[in-house]
Nanobody, 130 residues
């Protein structure tokens, strides 16, 4: 069982930056692929970014490519999402998710579908004002 707790959300003006963190419990963090998803009011949850368990692959939604960066710290069981040049359309609740990839080849491409992930955090609100 893995518990995920997001932090770092808040209110920022367009063009500004925010950093989100996701703290994962459990001793098998190193075998989990970690993802960030978001859901805006009245919209479906959408993929934002993912980092493979091996740190070999990262993937980004086209809407955030070049502005967001995902990274992970194995020693601290943390995943980060650094968000720059924020836009009003980035306003959403951001969720951290984990997928158990124990036994998976290090170069396997990580998934981007929310249904592939096993565990989810409670979410953190990001609001970008114009």
């Amino acid at each position: 069982q893995v518990q995920l707790v997001e932090s770092g959300g808040g209110l920022v003006q367009a063009g500004g930056s925010l950093s989100l963190s996701c703290a994962a419990s459990g001793r098998t963090f190193s075998t989990y692929t970690m993802g960030w998803f978001r859901q805006a009011p009245g919209k479906e949850r959408e993929f934002v970014s993912v980092i493979s368990w091996s740190d070999y692959y990262t993937r980004y939604a086209d809407s955030v490519k070049g502005r967001f960066t995902i990274s992970r710290d194995y020693g601290k069981n943390l995943v980060y999402l650094f968000m720059n040049n924020l836009k009003t359309e980035d306003t959403a609740v951001y969720y951290c998710a984990a997928k158990d990839q124990h036994g998976t080849h290090y170069a396997e491409i990580p998934p981007v579908e929310g249904g592939e992930f096993d565990y989810w955090g409670q979410g953190t609100q990001v609001t970008v004002s114009s």
